[in-house]
């Protein structure tokens, strides 16, 4: 009888001590006491230790993290650890309350990345947080090489915004211009003509302003090649847009793939110490967060595929009716350069270039017959 007295007393004083920093703190002690839990406190202890031991010294690297979860009892210096054993302190708190809030944690012990499941092991802060991932957050845990494909996507978003202002038929082959540079070459007006070209921009107007340059001095043909060398440079200049975004679509997964690599190796050579459970699910977390860098790449690179397609596609038709609208001014042109020489008298160089040579027979029998007439002269008295 006396010793179940003496063991009731021993549990009553270790339930006081255990539950008195509680009970000076202000808190509502609970109305059934759990025995078997507050017995078990010793060994669960030695089982942290241990798993810290094995999970090693933390780098001491920050994390943010966002949380849906009633976060108002947390407090900095609370330790938590993830599923994959790696232990966590509370370095900040940025905001928090019953509706959720922002918090750091400090990698104190073990390799493993934070996760979304967060169990507290020492402080007062609630018993589990669900932690909620954000694009930054993704972004971030994505690798280096998410910065490269950031920025691929960033310059394809230009590059469509440009291609949808520059490739308009309106703008490369205005109608209004055609019209007017139709009827100012009927009337024989090639000065109007080139004024009008001057005043617009695109495509056609830059291939008529070098279709009338050096007018009087040249031939038809010194026109057409300096037409048709004028349009080849303007229409590499075009297409630039066009090839940037296929490199893009190109070099985007490529950089993507590199990136998930390098963070395979990574991740292995950060869980080759870890054993058993613990290793595959630190490598499952692991390849989950890298693979991000590829979904990134395609998500930039099929986009931009497509716009090269179509905009390559919208090129090629521009180009087409320039050259059906240029055909018809080089041939307009020509026609009043061979009115104009043939009120002067005068021959065009192209089709005196462009004459036959008499055949080779026919100046024998020439020459033959300029020499016999020399010798019927020689021949008279």
């Known amino acids: 009888m006396v010793n179940r007295i003496h063991t009731v007393a021993g549990l009553a004083a270790l339930l006081l001590v255990l539950a008195g920093p509680r009970l000076l703190a202000g808190e509502k002690a609970p109305d059934k006491l759990d025995l078997e839990s507050i017995l078990a406190d010793k060994d669960k202890a030695e089982i942290l230790k241990t798993e810290m031991e094995e999970a090693g010294a933390g780098d001491n690297k920050e994390f943010n993290i966002n949380s849906d979860d009633n976060l108002s009892t947390l407090e900095v210096g609370d330790v938590y650890r993830n599923d994959e054993k790696t232990f ?133 043909r010194e026109l057409k090649e300096r037409c048709e060398i004028t349009a080849q440079k303007q229409i590499q200049r075009l297409r630039i847009p066009v090839r940037a975004l296929n490199l893009i679509a190109v070099a985007a997964p490529l950089l993507g793939l590199l990136g998930t690599i390098v963070g395979m190796v990574i991740v292995f050579d950060a869980v080759a110490s870890a054993t058993g459970a613990s290793k595959a699910a630190a490598l499952a977390a692991g390849i989950r967060v890298k693979l991000f860098s590829t979904a990134s790449a395609l998500i930039v690179a099929i986009p931009s595929l497509f716009l090269y397609f179509i905009f390559s596609q919208k090129l090629s038709g521009i180009i ?9 001014f080089t041939h307009r042109i020509a026609l009043l350069k061979r009115k104009r020489r043939a009120r002067a008298g005068t021959e065009d160089e192209e089709e005196t270039e462009e004459r036959p040579a008499k055949p080779a027979k026919a100046r024998k029998a020439l020459k033959k017959e300029n020499a016999g007439a020399e010798e019927e002269e020689e021949a008279r008295p």
Do not use: W
Request: charged share 20%; proline share 5%.
């Open 88 to 220: 966590f302190k509370v370095a900040g708190i940025k905001y928090k309350g019953s509706n959720g809030g922002t918090f750091v944690l400090q990698r104190t012990t073990g390799t493993g990345e934070p996760g979304q499941k967060f169990v507290r092991v020492r402080g007062v802060g609630p018993l589990t947080i669900s932690a909620r991932l954000t694009l930054l957050d993704l972004y971030v845990m994505g690798g280096p090489f998410l910065h490269p494909i950031a920025l691929l996507g960033f310059v394809a978003i230009i590059l469509a915004i440009n291609s949808i202002l520059i490739y308009r038929r309106n703008r490369q082959c205005p109608p209004r211009f055609i019209e007017a540079a139709n009827a100012a070459l009927d009337k024989g007006d090639v000065r109007k003509f080139e004024e009008f070209a001057l005043k617009e921009k695109g495509l056609l107007p830059y291939v008529a302003r070098a279709l009338v340059d050096h007018y009087e001095s040249s031939t038809t």
């Open 320 to 328: 087409a009716d320039c050259e059906v609208a240029a055909e018809q």
